[in-house]
């Protein structure tokens, strides 16, 4: 690809404030001669995440045993990843295959807005989750007649309905700002923080809704997550036998490792924004790219390996599909 000279980049910061015509992306700093072997890497782990949460989708879809609380939660959780994969593909996949760093500044928001509301959503889905959890595990019983499917359906819906009205204003608050300073982001997508810093403008309200946002969306909901495992481990404790307490905590491991991989590198990521001036540029973006790969690539295989349900639905229509095969070569070669 023809090497875009320096020169384009070089905008006159000296003039006015202005709005740019695009960003520069980022992709591993002193590393840029192997994006190349690096997007092989990037490019396997887009795939696991898509195929993942893709197969988990259709076998939750294809296996009427599946059609339960838990696993209609974990659908709507790979649909976020799946969203949240697409968002961030295109961009990461130019830097590291094509060497192409330029985001369009309103492709850049509606890319920060899809990111952040993606990631919104899957806060809430693991809140519906921890609580489908408590109620499976407090009351057994009505299990399928609490959590019913409408009731599923409208929790998935006010998810949704958050993450769009909540994360609406960002672009917004952002687009109103002028750009002096800047136009190279540190990551290989648009993060708001990220697009923040370039501003020239005063950003207080940006950082105080940002805040806001931080506390009142994911706070709240990893508040409400670990109350729900308070709750379940006071139950747990109830149950008599010792063999009650295991299949109880058992089935509550899948979720608490994807809790863990969603939260940890989305606390790490926004201190490193908000404190982390000194942190090496190799390290933001090595947290970004947890952020960006580590929830959609690991929670299909988490699932998968830990969940012997969805296990065993998996082995049968790989089966199904094995045997079909087999007839249809008979077929043909008679």
């Given at each position: 690809?023809?090497?875009i000279p320096k020169s384009h980049y070089a905008l006159n910061?000296?003039?006015?404030?202005?709005?740019?015509?695009?960003?520069?992306?980022?992709?591993?700093?002193?590393?840029?001669?192997?994006?190349?072997?690096?997007?092989?890497?990037?490019?396997?782990?887009?795939?696991?995440?898509?195929?993942?949460?893709?197969?988990?989708?259709?076998?939750?879809?294809?296996?009427?045993?599946?059609?339960?609380?838990?696993?209609?939660?974990?659908?709507?959780?790979?649909?976020?990843?799946?969203?949240?994969?697409?968002?961030?593909?295109p961009t990461v996949l130019n830097i590291f295959l094509l060497?192409?760093?330029?985001?369009?500044?309103?492709?850049?928001?509606?890319?920060?807005?899809?990111?952040?509301?993606?990631?919104?959503?899957?806060?809430?889905?693991?809140?519906?989750?921890?609580?489908?959890?408590?109620?499976?595990?407090?009351?057994?019983?009505?299990?399928?007649?609490?959590?019913?499917?409408?009731?599923?359906?409208?929790?998935?819906?006010?998810?949704?309905?958050?993450?769009?009205?909540?994360?609406?204003?960002?672009?917004?608050?952002?687009?109103?700002?002028?750009?002096?300073?800047?136009?190279?982001?540190?990551?290989?997508?648009?993060?708001?923080?990220?697009?923040?810093?370039?501003?020239?403008?005063?950003?207080?309200?940006?950082?105080?809704?940002?805040?806001?946002?931080?506390?009142?969306?994911?706070?709240?909901?990893?508040?409400?997550?670990?109350?729900?495992?308070?709750?379940?481990?006071?139950?747990?404790?109830?149950?008599?036998?010792?063999?009650?307490?295991?299949?109880?905590?058992?089935?509550?491991?899948?979720?608490?490792?994807?809790?863990?991989?969603?939260?940890?590198?989305?606390?790490?990521?926004?201190?490193?924004?908000?404190?982390?001036?000194?942190?090496?540029?190799?390290?933001?973006?090595?947290?970004?790219?947890?952020?960006?790969?580590?929830?959609?690539?690991?929670?299909?295989?988490?699932?998968?390996?830990?969940?012997?349900?969805?296990?065993?639905?998996?082995?049968?229509?790989?089966?199904?599909?094995?045997?079909?095969?087999?007839?249809?070569?008979?077929?043909?070669?008679?």
């Open positions: 690809m023809t090497q910061f000296n003039s006015s404030p202005f709005q740019p015509p695009f960003f520069l992306l980022t992709g591993i700093p002193g590393l840029e001669a192997a994006h190349i072997w690096i997007s092989i890497p990037l490019c396997i782990m887009y795939m696991t995440a898509l195929l993942g949460n893709c197969v988990i989708l259709f076998i939750i879809k294809t296996t009427p045993s599946l059609h339960e609380p838990q696993y209609i939660f974990l659908s709507i959780l790979a649909a976020i990843d799946v969203g949240l994969s697409i968002s961030t593909l060497n192409h760093r330029e985001i369009e500044f309103h492709s850049c928001l509606a890319q920060m807005f899809f990111i952040h509301t993606f990631s919104s959503m899957e806060s809430a889905i693991l809140l519906a989750m921890a609580f489908d959890r408590f109620v499976a595990i407090q009351n057994p019983l009505h299990y399928t007649m609490i959590l019913t499917h409408p009731r599923i359906i409208r929790i998935g819906v006010v998810a949704v309905l958050k993450g769009v009205a909540l994360m609406a204003p960002l672009p917004i608050l952002l687009k109103r700002l002028p750009f002096c300073k800047n136009i190279i982001l540190s990551h290989g997508y648009c993060y708001h923080p990220d697009v923040m810093k370039l501003a020239c403008g005063p950003v207080k309200v940006n950082i105080i809704y940002g805040l806001a946002l931080v506390l009142g969306s994911f706070g709240v909901d990893s508040v409400f997550i670990v109350v729900s495992y308070i709750l379940i481990l006071k139950t747990v404790v109830s149950i008599a036998s010792r063999e009650g307490r295991r299949k109880a905590l058992n089935t509550c491991i899948s979720h608490v490792v994807t809790v863990c991989i969603f939260y940890v590198p989305l606390i790490v990521l926004a201190l490193i924004h908000r404190f982390g001036t000194f942190t090496s540029p190799l390290f933001h973006v090595t947290m970004a790219n947890l952020f960006l790969f580590l929830t959609p690539v690991l929670n299909p295989l988490v699932y998968s390996f830990k969940t012997k349900q969805i296990r065993f639905a998996m082995q049968k229509v790989f089966m199904r599909r094995v045997s079909l095969l087999q007839k249809s070569s008979v077929v043909f070669g008679t």
